[in-house]
C-alpha cells in the first residue's frame, strides 16, 4: 500500500490549489482517503473523508466550506482543493487511507508542503 | 463539542513504562473506538494502536491501548521503552459527527 502526495507548494494569498495523492497497491474505490491538517508546531486534524467509488465526500464541520475533496477513481487519486488561500491554511497536508467511517487511519502519505505567504 | 484532552509531555528513562491519557470531555468514550499515532519528529504518522487495543501488524507488542469507562478515557501504555519510542503521540476518535484528535503527547525518553 501507497499513497504518494503532490510535492511541496508555495502560494500568495487569495491563490487557488489543488494537491494530489495516489494511492497504489490496494483497491483504491473501496477505502475511504482522508485529508490531515498539520499547522506548523501544532497537533493532527481531520479535514474530511472521500469514497471514491461514489466521491462521496464527508467534512469536519470545522472545514466544510473552507476546502473541496475529491476524487478521480479512473487514476486512483484523490485532491484537496482550495479557492482561496489565507496565511492561516500554510501547514503540512496528509493523505491517509481510512478504514472505518470512525477515523480508523492504517496508513499515511508522506505530506505536502503548502506555505501562503505574501 | 466534543474533545480529547492529552497531557502536554511524559518522560520516563530507557526499559521503564509510560502511560499516556485521553480523556473525553463529553458522553462516553466508549460509544466509538479510539486510535493512536506515533508521530517522530519530521516524519508523517504511523498507527500504533487501532480500535481501543488492536496492535497494526509491526507494532510491538510493548505498545498496548485500553479504555476506562468510570473515567470516560483511553490510555496508551509503552513498557520497556527505547530511546526510538520518543516521539508525539495523539488519540483520536469519533462523536457527534466530528472526527477528533487530542492535543498531542510529547514523550521524552531519557
Redesign the interface.
Known sequence: VQLVQSGTEVKKPGDSLKISCKGSGFSFTTYWIGWVRQMPGKGLELMGIIYPYDSDARYNPSFQGQVTISADKSINTAYLQWSSLKASDTGIYYCARILTFGGLIEYWGQGTLVTVSS | NFMLTQPHSVSESPGKTVTISCTGNSGSIAS??V?W?Q?RPGS????VI??NNQR?SGVPDRFSGSIDTSSNSASLTISGLKTEDEA?Y?C???AD???V????TKLTVL
Open positions: 466509538n473506538y486510535q499515532y508521530q508523517a504518522p504511523t498507527t487501532s480500535e497494526p508525539d495523539y483520536q476518535s469519533f459527527n466530528s472526527w484528535f487530542g492535543g498531542g
